[in-house]
């Protein structure tokens, strides 16, 4: 898919100058920015999702034990 985007003459500085010093390409740059705001929105709403599911247990936590079974730990 091809995307364009507008940008200032600043803007555009900005983001060459960018990627530049991260040895790597304007398109790059703006697709590791957009995935990583992606992820960062994504690990948000699990939090979310895991305090209120916390909250709706009364504050308790799961026993340490069962988090490693959950992760083939134990």
């Not at 010093?21 to 957009?34: G, R, T, Y």
């Not at 992606?38 to 009364?58: C, F, K, P, R, S």
Request: aromatic share 10%.
């Amino acid at each position: 898919m091809l995307v364009s985007i507008e940008l200032t003459h600043e803007e555009r500085k900005l983001a060459e100058k960018y990627a530049l010093a991260h040895s790597m390409s304007v398109e790059d740059a703006f697709k590791k920015a957009l995935f990583g705001c992606i992820e960062d929105e994504t690990d948000a709403a699990i939090a979310v999702n895991a305090y209120m599911e916390y909250l709706q247990d009364g504050k308790r936590s799961a026993p340490i034990e069962e988090l490693w079974e959950e992760l083939y730990l134990k």
